[in-house]
């Protein structure tokens, strides 16, 4: 992709992620843009098209009832690591929003988390909106997958306005 096709977050990742301190930078930009990410204190790893890698620090703002890294935390982690790969892979041409998310819990998360989102798709070449399925897996210290979701999202070019095409 060109500079001018880039899509903005991507371009912002390639030049600030050459070290710690960029990496904190982007991190720290993403939770003032979505404020509610910020309770999992993410921290983005890697970003490209087509995937994009966000960790979590197990700390007492994250814990259940019995003192592990609460599903619903689990899921705000998915759905920034969704964000990411999204906005990595979304050309400046079209839009995306989350529709939908499924969410399977496989084992208890004692240890800080890494979310692994992918997708496998050429989103420049959607002509009219429609639903795309994100897929994210969430690891634990000891590389165990203990969680993974599935985000529907919904893409469309910025051009496609019509009533109706973009879910309520």
């Excluded at 301190?21 to 979505?34: E, H, I, M, P, Y």
């Excluded at 759905?79 to 790969?85: N, Q």
């Excluded at 979310?115 to 590389?143: F, H, M, N």
Aim: with cysteine; aromatic share 8%.
């Amino acid at each position: 992709m060109s500079d001018s096709t880039t899509p903005k977050t991507l371009a912002l990742w390639q030049k600030l992620s050459g070290n710690a301190a960029g990496r904190v930078l982007f991190s720290a930009g993403l939770w003032a843009q979505a404020p509610y990410f910020a309770t999992v204190l993410p921290t983005v790893q890697e970003v490209e098209p087509g995937r994009a890698v966000v960790t979590s620090p197990k700390w007492f703002g994250v814990h259940n009832h019995i003192g592990t890294f609460h599903a619903i935390a689990a899921c705000n982690l998915a759905e920034t690591a969704m964000g990411m790969v999204m906005e990595a892979t979304t050309p400046r041409t079209h839009q995306w929003i989350p529709k939908g998310m499924n969410v399977q819990y496989l084992a208890k998360a004692g240890t800080s988390l890494r979310a692994v989102a992918t997708l496998d798709r050429d989103l420049s070449a959607i002509t009219e909106g429609q639903d795309v399925p994100v897929e994210i897996a969430i690891y634990d210290k000891t590389g165990t997958e203990v969680v993974h979701a599935q985000i529907v999202t919904w893409v469309r070019p910025k051009s496609d306005d019509r009533s109706g095409s973009t879910p309520g």
